[in-house]
Each structure stands twice: as C-alpha cells, then as structure tokens.
C-alpha cells in the first residue's frame, strides 16, 4: 500500500468518538472511595495472588475504581504488567457485584486476558456484533431497556486499544454509552501499532484529555542489555537500543530468513518452545516459514507424508481502498462475511474474473460458477471492518507434523483465527490437525478451513504485539524500508524477557532506516488542523490561491480527499 487517505467521513468520525467520549464524562458512579481503592487493591494482590502492585499499577486500578467517568483510559508501556493490574482489579470488581467483560482485537490476545487475568473474554468485532441493532438504531424500546439491564454493573475491558480503528472505537464508546455500563477500561500504549484502519483513536483520545493513569515501569525484560534497549526504543533512542544490543546483532550477506531458521532450528526441541521468531513484514515471514519446514522436513522431523494446498493470503486493504478498482487484480479472492444488498451479493466467495478500470468495475464468479458485476464504489463508508476481505492465492505444501495457524474462524469446530494447531495425520484427501485446546479435527477436500491455514513457525510485529517468549530471533531486512519503522522495531524487542538474537543484512542500513521512519498514523483531525493552519498561514501573508487552468472546471467530489503520510502494513 503506497499511502493512505482521509475524508471528511472520517473527520465526523473520529469528532463523534470524542463527543461520546465526553458524554461519558461524569456520567458514573465510584465503584470504591479513592482512598480506600489502594489500600483494597494492594491488600487483594498480595492475599488473592501472591503480589505487590507498582505505584503505576496501583494508581491506574485506583482510577479504574474511583472514577466518575464511564471511559477511562490506562496508557502502559510493553511489558508494564497489565495482567498483574487486572487480576486484583477484577477481584474486588467481582466482589462488589460488578460483571467484567475483557475485549481484545485477535483471538490469540483474548485468550491470553482470559488466561492470564481469568476475565471472560472475547473478540472487539464478536462483542460489537452481538449489540449491532442497538448501534444501527434498529432496536425497540423495549430491546434498549432488556439491554441495559443486562448491562447493569458491567466493567468493559479493552486490550491493546492501540491495534482498533476509528470506526470499532467509535462504536464501542457509544455502545458503552447506550448500555450505561459502570466502566469502559481502553488499556493500551500509542507508540506501539496501530489499526491497519486509518485512523488513530486511542491516541487521539488520550490527547484531548480522556482520564489516563500511566504504567511507565517495564516489568517484562530480566536481562539488563534487554532493559536498556527497550527502554532506549520506547523513548524513540532507536541508535541507544542497538548499541544496548551490540552483542546480540550478527550481520550476515546471505538470505537473512534462511540464516534466521537455521539458528532456530539449531536449539534443542525445548530451547524452540521459549524461542519465537519474530520478522518484520508478511514475505520476511513467508521466507522464514519455508526454511524451517525445509530444515523440519530433511531431518526428519515432520513428513513424510504431505499434501499441496492453495490458500487464501489477505490483501492488507482500508475499506477505502477497497472502494478503489485499482486494489483489485485477476486472480483475487473476494470474500463475502455477510449478505451486500447494495451489491446483490450473498455471502461466499468470489473469484476476481476482471477488473475494468475504466468502468469502475469488478466481475466476480461464485462457487456455483455465476457471474456477478461488483462496483467498489458502492461499499459503504460505515460498512463492518471484516464484512469484505480481499485475498490473494498462496501455495502452500503441509507435512504431517507441521505447526499450522488459522486465519479464519470456525467456532463451531474450535478452530480459532491466529491460533495455532498441529497437523497429526495427512492420508486419503484428508488433513487431521489437533487444535489448542487437544481437539482433532478432520479436514476433507473441499473444506473451506482447508484455505485458511499458513505456517506458524515465524511472527510479524502485527501478529506479536501483546504476545510474550523468553527468547526471541528477530529478523530485519533493510530492503524493507516501509516496513522498518521504531513502530515495528519497538513492538518485536519488547516481545522478550531474557535474551534476543537479532539478525540484519546491514546493521547501519538498519538502524537509520529505523530511525527514519517512526511509523506513526495522523488522524483525520489532525490533518484538518494542519491544512487550517497552512490556510491560515497563506491567509495571513497575503496570498491569492493559485487561478484554476483555463478551460479546466474544478471535480465535483461529493468527499473531500487529502492525500497524507505514506505507510505500509505486513500483516
């Protein structure tokens, strides 16, 4: 993706989400008195669990439980113990009669609340889904009323609220609103990744004054190199931190991924379980996949039986990119999540048969071989984030024994998105794959999870952030420019606790191209505000703007559109 846009859709966007964020200011009542929140919390920690609580940690529960406000947000560096915060937080929740729900962005991080917190969780977009009449404005009176009753002493919890876009912010602070609940919790930290959304709203919250507590203290790191570096990255020092890991850097001239794969492959079979792979951008991630299963595969280790699949890879596209003709390309996939009545598409798949540019057009077949024409132009500006996905097709070959990931959901049969599974059998056009959770589960020809699997041996900075190993091996290609960003180098080292082994084809290469590009996202606020003031600025000096071309009528637009800042996604 060369560059993103905002409209003056997104402007009203992002100014509702604050106006809900204001309204839900006063609107709540004290859980605990402020000054007995910390005695309680710091008592639940050490008798519940064993602990004592930092003065960060104590004063973001103290908020939590004390406000008068229903959104409140806790902004914590990587590492700084947000579990350890919300197990005696959610006690003494629990023990004054309140409800907590978690919310999280992947299925891998909702499990990992749940897990590490013991808070009933689930995904952002399932809890969204669930309310969506209420949110359309399509419930009754009396739908609203059952609602908030079921609501009534509820806390909502939302983890790494950096990774959610404008649009699921949005709803879910008015959802908050409308259902009245006691507490809406947005825990997160604005200098690690953001939504592949445009838009920025967790930080544009904590800017216009949403009550924040801080967790400044890194508790995750043991080793001191490793302290310092993410310390270092997390201040934005990118030259400090790769100093910090002098040591640790080994600059090669060969393919970094096959290098990478052999060092991993290396460790002991326990030494590969506390290890992650951690690569900046979805081909680095491809690359390492393939050579540890071409290591896995000649030693023995997994096969010999093994099949040939092809897979759907999606297209990291905004919605506003997908209303653009130019992001589709024959081949493609289009996936259908639910019924377009605009579109007179039903849900399913779709190949991309042609794309007419000149048209506006797409022409889609469907599984039973029927032809349909599809204008992008037609998406709607709110339609659902996951209501349309565009994928690529991938080969791909599986060995029995391979370590696989979902990248779909069939709740049904527990085969969750992002989570990971081992292949336990491949014979007679079948794949059986043992799950998470030790579930089997037989795939046949045909099955549409059959197109949802990829290798699972490497993690980009998407897929890492809020996962956690003792040791890492990260790999940084400086060819990779877009995708060399303090965003994605701050995400992958503070993944650690112990001991990183950082691989680079050009370490100076590397660290200024780090250092050149922060990553950050602007919103569509902000780009109003800059435009303002270049007006203004114009205005002030006297200048005419420029005579349109003789001849040349200005477009009509019915939205205004900024070309802003360049990025790339490798999801």
């Not at 950096?162 to 949005?170: E, I, L, P």
């Not at 951008?281 to 000649?298: I, K, M, S």
């Amino acid at each position: 993706m060369q560059g993103w846009l905002t409209t003056t859709d997104a402007v009203a966007l992002e100014s509702r989400m604050l106006a809900e964020i204001g309204k839900g200011q006063g609107a709540a009542t004290p859980i605990i008195p402020m000054d007995e929140a910390g005695r309680q919390l710091q008592a639940s920690a050490s008798l519940n669990f064993g602990m004592q609580l930092n003065a960060g940690q104590e004063a973001a529960g103290r908020m939590i439980l004390s406000s008068t406000n229903r959104i409140v947000a806790v902004q914590g560096v990587a590492g700084a113990g947000k579990s350890t915060l919300l197990r005696p937080t959610a006690q003494i929740l629990s023990e004054h009669g309140k409800r907590v729900i978690g919310l999280g962005v992947q299925n891998t991080l909702v499990r990992m609340l749940e897990r590490d917190t013991g808070i009933p969780s689930m995904t952002l977009h399932r809890f969204l889904g669930q309310h969506r009449a209420l949110l359309d404005g399509n419930a009754s009176k009396a739908e609203l009323a059952e609602a908030r009753v079921s609501y009534r002493d509820t806390a909502l919890v939302l983890d790494e609220a950096s990774m959610v876009s404008t649009r699921d912010q949005d709803r879910l602070v008015r959802l908050a609103n409308v259902l009245e609940v006691d507490r809406l919790v947005l825990i997160g930290d604005p200098k690690q990744l953001g939504a592949v959304e445009a838009g920025k709203p967790f930080a544009l919250a904590l800017a216009v004054g949403t009550e924040t507590a801080r967790m400044d203290t890194n508790l995750r790191a043991r080793s001191e190199s490793l302290k310092l570096a993410q310390a270092a990255a997390q201040q934005g020092r990118t030259g400090d931190a790769m100093e910090h890991l002098k040591d640790h850097i080994v600059e090669v001239s060969e393919n970094c991924a096959v290098v990478a794969a052999e060092r991993w492959l290396s460790l002991p079979p326990a030494e590969r379980e506390r290890t992650g792979i951690y690569v900046s951008g979805r081909q680095l991630r491809d690359e390492v996949n393939a050579a540890v299963q071409t290591g896995l595969a000649a030693n023995g280790e997994i096969g010999p039986d093994k099949t040939a699949l092809t897979v759907l890879s999606r297209v990291n596209a905004t919605r506003e990119e997908l209303r653009q003709v130019r992001t589709y390309a024959l081949g493609m996939v289009l996936e259908v999540a639910t019924r377009q009545s605009r579109q007179n598409l039903a849900k399913g798949r779709y190949d991309v048969l042609k794309v007419d540019a000149d048209k506006g057009t797409i022409e889609l077949r469907d599984t039973d071989g029927h032809r349909h024409t599809f204008l992008p132009s037609r998406i709607g500006m709110r339609a659902d984030n996951q209501a349309l996905q565009l994928h690529e097709r991938k080969a791909l070959t599986v060995y029995k024994g391979d370590t696989i990931r979902w990248t779909a959901n069939d709740h049904q049969r527990g085969l969750i998105n992002a989570d990971r599974a081992t292949v336990t059998a491949i014979a007679d056009n079948r794949l059986t794959v043992r799950t998470s959770a030790g579930m089997d589960q037989k795939l046949e020809t045909g099955d549409p999870m059959l197109a949802r699997i990829d290798l699972a041996y490497a993690l980009n900075a998407h897929m890492a952030q809020g996962l956690t190993s003792d040791k890492g091996i990260a790999v940084m290609d400086s060819q990779t420019r877009k995708l060399l960003s303090a965003r994605n180098f701050l995400v992958t080292i503070t993944r650690l606790r112990d001991e990183l082994t950082l691989i680079v084809d050009n370490r100076d290469k590397v660290e200024l191209g780090i250092g050149r590009n922060s990553g950050d996202k602007t919103s569509a606020l902000e780009v109003t505000e800059r435009l303002g003031a270049a007006a203004a600025k114009g205005q002030a000096a006297g200048k005419a703007p420029a005579p349109e071309p003789k001849g040349k009528e200005p477009p009509e637009l019915e939205r205004t559109i900024t070309k802003v800042v360049p990025f790339e996604m490798g999801i």
